[in-house]
């Protein structure tokens, strides 16, 4: 049995999270913190993570931002993993969560579902071999209207892990309005759509002579996430200082 602890448990991640959780017999939710308080569920909730004295295997986080650094020194405290899925995070923050990895086991990825952490190993695999024989590269992301940040974190890990396997060698371009020039091999285009209420699209194009391979995932559901974040928990169970991903959970 894995014991976790849901920090922002009353807002729509921690409600899925909470729903996923009912019907796994390897976890329980043995405490949730949600700044508003109230109780939603059959676990004690607190309005503040230094109130919990209840101990657990780990614990998740979907609260706010703002919330983050406090949370991850609670962890290091008390020697709990965190899988942190807050998204919006500043370089200080992220620079914030790396030491504390050093102290305390702390999962972060751009990306909870195990379907695109499938998806960066698979395109870093093409990647080898398409880009040798010519094909060109872009990537397409569809997210829902009220998004405000673009290309999504996830597009830009799709780059990153392409971009790795072949030496650092593409320049990342994401807009060619501007310019009238031929497409240089080295580019890899970056492309966002914005309306909505698109969960997440994207779009992996190799595009060669007289053929094109594309990777796809779609999210019909926010839930994708969760049961990602589940999966991350049952993982950090027992394990010892470090900064940890998803592609850890996967193998």
């Known amino acids: ?7 922002g448990c009353n807002g729509r991640m921690g409600r899925m999270i909470t729903e996923i959780v009912s019907g796994d017999d ?3 939710i043995v405490a949730g913190v949600d700044v508003a ?15 919990c004295e209840i101990g657990a295997d780990a614990v998740i986080d979907f609260g706010n931002a703002s919330a983050v650094d406090h949370l991850l020194d609670w962890c290091v405290e008390k020697k709990i993993p965190c899988v942190e899925c807050t998204t919006g995070l500043s370089e200080e923050q992220l620079a914030h969560l ?11 990825s751009a990306n909870m579902s195990l379907g695109v952490n499938v998806l960066l190993k698979l395109v870093a695999e093409a990647a080898k071999t398409l880009a040798d024989a010519g094909f060109d590269i872009e990537i397409v992301e569809k997210h829902h209207r009220t998004k405000l940040d673009a290309p999504s974190g996830t597009a830009l890990a799709l780059a990153d892990s392409i971009n790795e396997a072949r030496n650092n060698e593409y320049n990342y371009v ?10 240089d091999s080295k580019e890899l ?4 759509v914005r309306g909505g209420t698109i969960v997440g699209d994207h779009d992996v194009i190799f595009a060669g002579q007289d053929e094109v391979v ?12 969760a049961k990602g974040a589940v999966q991350a928990a049952k993982y950090l169970k027992g394990k010892g200082a ?3 991903t998803m592609s850890d959970v996967i193998g």
């Open 37 to 51: 308080g109230g109780q939603l569920s059959d676990f004690p909730v607190y309005e503040a993570i230094d109130d």
């Open 1 to 7: 049995m894995v014991n976790i602890i849901l920090h």
């Open 26 to 28: 390897d976890t329980k």
């Open 242 to 244: 470090g900064h940890y």
């Open 174 to 183: 994401y807009d060619r309005s501007q310019v009238r020039q031929l497409r």
């Open 189 to 192: 285009g970056i492309s966002a």
């Open 214 to 225: 594309t990777f796809s995932h779609r999210a019909y559901s926010r839930a994708v996430f």
């Open 98 to 108: 790396e030491d504390c990895s050093k102290k305390v086991a702390v999962l972060k």
